[in-house]
């Protein structure tokens, strides 16, 4: 069955997570999801894109059977195809606007820094954040240098060392989100209005300044990758 489901409207290509459960960010998820913006791009008619999860939520994060599994090279796999979600996003070729529909953890959240608008509901049961530290797992190096990207400086040790978990409205203060709505449906119609508006931007140069803006985000990831030998046999990676 499949997860990521791919619509137009008008020229606004819509995407959205949705595999009945806490979407976590699994081979099949990031596979389906790298094959739509795939497609997107390929067919050339859409000038924004919004990327949403379903009713309940955005995102739970990487699927922690394989994270937690203690099988070495399938989370490398599954952390380097995350990484590849993070670096397409960053440098798509038109706007990516994220509606986040409900919590939006880990990966999730990394999302939601890696993308150009993003729009979240107001809920009193949403979390948004990077908890690795409370399940014991180490933040990812490109999701560390988004925080430090997107964020607040003052709000960043607490964000990442600490792993507090932000409603929408204190998530909005400190960076993960840029407005908040008190309706998915809501969302979905302001969603609507920034992609219509951003579509009016010449794409080439819209692409070209949006790859100029996000290079010292993806520089600094790189950079930290090779300063923790991250992707080595016995680098972080290996001790997440």
């Known amino acids: 069955m499949a997860v990521v489901h791919l619509q137009m409207k008008d020229e606004v290509a819509i995407v959205t997570l949705d595999d009945g459960n806490a979407n976590a960010f699994s081979f099949q998820l990031i596979e389906e999801l790298m094959q739509k913006l795939d497609e997107v791009e ?11 999860g379903s009713d309940r939520l955005f995102s739970g994060g990487f699927d922690l059977k394989v994270m937690m599994g203690g099988v070495l090279e399938e989370v490398t796999k599954l ?7 993070v670096f397409r996003l960053l440098n798509y070729f038109i706007p990516v606007i994220t509606v ?3 919590s939006a953890v880990a990966m999730g959240a990394i999302v939601l820094l890696a993308s150009d608008v993003r729009i979240g509901v107001r809920s009193t049961k949403a979390k948004i954040g990077l908890n690795e530290t409370k399940i ?3 933040l990812v190096p490109f999701g560390l240098e988004l925080a430090r990207y997107r964020l607040t400086q003052p709000s960043l040790h607490r964000a990442v060392t600490f792993a507090t978990m932000y409603s929408p409205d204190k998530a909005c203060q400190i960076g993960y989100l840029d407005s908040v709505c008190d309706s998915v449906e809501e969302c979905m119609k302001e ?5 219509i508006e951003l579509a009016k931007l010449p794409r080439e140069v819209y692409a070209a300044a949006k ?19 991250f992707w080595d046999k016995d680098g972080l990676l290996a001790k997440l």
Do not use: W
């Not at 969603?191 to 992609?195: G, K, L, T």
């Open 42 to 52: 390929e067919a050339g008619e859409a000038k924004a894109l919004i990327l949403r």
């Open 79 to 85: 952390v380097r195809r995350g990484r590849d979600v």
């Open 100 to 102: 986040c529909t409900g």
């Open 136 to 138: 014991g797992i180490l």
């Open 191 to 195: 969603a609507m209005r920034e992609a």
């Open 211 to 229: 790859k100029r803006v996000n290079l010292p985000a993806s520089e600094a990831i790189k950079a930290a990758e090779m300063r923790y030998n």
